[in-house]
């Protein structure tokens, strides 16, 4: 109620599923997005051009800084296939919500007011 959004994106993998199915019954309207290892590379350039092309500035915080500067990719040697994800033992949740802020806005229409 307070910041009004006007589209909500979430990831229903795993914990998100729950979660946005009582947004639901609590009458909020979030769109489910489902994060794959096919969704995954193109969510994540997608931000990396973004915040390459300076087309999207952030609130400055130490802990979205240091994920964004610990992602990492990886090539398999054998299949030549990308994956992206925080080092082990870190956490990337700030990292895949600026990701889908990036996609709500460049694929739903909506622009969010205020980025954590």
Same mark, same amino acid.
């Given at each position: ?9 979430? /990831?229903? *993998? ?10 639901? /019954?609590?009458?909020?309207?979030? %769109?489910?997005? *489902?994060? &794959? +290892? !096919? ?5 994540? =350039?997608?931000?990396? %051009?973004?915040? /390459? ?11 979205? &800084?240091?994920?964004? /500067?610990? $992602?990492?990719?990886? %090539? *398999? =040697?054998? &299949?030549? =296939? !990308?994956? $992206? !994800?925080?080092?082990?033992? +870190? ?6 919500? =600026? +990701? ?6 460049? *694929? ?5 007011? $205020?980025? &954590?």
């Amino acid at each position: 109620d307070k910041w009004k959004p006007e589209v909500t994106l979430a /990831e229903k *993998n795993a914990i998100g599923e729950p979660n946005i199915e009582l947004l639901w /019954e609590d009458g909020i309207d979030v %769109t489910p997005w *489902n994060m &794959t +290892a !096919s969704s995954k590379p193109g969510l994540i =350039r997608s931000l990396a %051009t973004a915040l /390459e092309r300076e087309e999207w500035k952030f609130i400055d915080d130490k802990q979205a &800084t240091f994920e964004l /500067e610990a $992602y990492e990719q990886k %090539t *398999n =040697r054998n &299949t030549g =296939r !990308s994956t $992206y !994800s925080a080092p082990k033992g +870190a956490h990337d949740d700030i990292v895949i919500a =600026r +990701a889908l802020m990036v996609y709500a806005e460049a *694929n739903l229409g909506h622009a969010p007011v $205020y980025i &954590t």
